[in-house]
């Protein structure tokens, strides 16, 4: 009898650790963070601007990540300021579509060129107040924003250099809230470097 219990019980160890290893993979695929200088900070939300087509170009839609520390206010459908002190991440991208991102590798663009699949500015901040404008912030120099999306949900990898030659890696899944408004509106949330 004892004999038969073990085929059981094998196959029983084999199937908890087969669910644990997807349980892992699938919460680190979820979690929503940046990692910068060997320390990882947490997002919470995230936002697209649309700033219109640049010239012939691609659309100019800015991708804002943030942590939960920062408080977007709204007036008439936009943003009209942030306050807190939190950490994020800001890409000014450029795509095909005009009411979203696409699918694709966005690549930094240091000419600005406004191309389809380029971004030409980014910010990471940390800390950062956003009222008093103080904290420690760093352009974003190089590397690439990855976009995948299933409906209103976005999955966005990050592979990036700061000014300081620092590397950004990050993660977010999620919806993002999406505004639509010309460029003559000043972005409401904008990192100052040092």
């Not at 219990?5 to 199937?15: A, G, M, N, R, T």
């Not at 709204?74 to 939190?86: A, I, K, L, P, Q």
């Not at 500015?121 to 404008?133: E, K, T, V």
């Not at 592979?159 to 409401?188: E, F, M, P, V």
Request: net charge negative; aromatic share 14%; charged share 25%.
């Amino acid at each position: 009898m004892k004999n038969l219990f073990k085929p059981f019980i094998s196959v029983l160890i084999i199937s908890l650790f087969i669910a644990g290893c997807k349980k892992d993979k699938n919460d680190e695929s979820s979690k929503k963070y940046f990692k910068y200088d060997n320390t990882e900070y947490s997002l919470s939300k995230g936002f697209l601007e649309n700033w219109g087509k640049y010239g012939d170009q691609g659309y100019n839609i800015d991708l804002s990540l943030l942590s939960s520390d920062f408080i977007i206010h709204e007036s008439n459908g936009e943003v009209d300021s942030v306050s807190g002190t939190g950490d994020g991440l800001i890409f000014e991208i450029f795509t095909s579509l005009p009411g979203k991102l696409d699918v694709k590798d966005y690549l930094y663009d240091e000419t600005g060129s406004g191309a389809d699949g380029t971004f030409d500015w980014g910010m990471i901040a940390i800390d950062y107040n956003a009222i008093a404008q103080t904290g420690s912030s760093f352009e974003i120099t190089g590397g690439k924003v990855s976009v995948t999306s299933n409906g209103n949900t976005y999955e966005i990898t990050i592979n990036c250099t700061a000014s300081n030659g620092k590397t950004i890696t990050g993660h977010y899944q999620g919806s993002l809230k999406y505004y639509n408004y010309d460029k003559k509106k000043k972005s409401a949330l904008r990192f100052l470097t040092k």
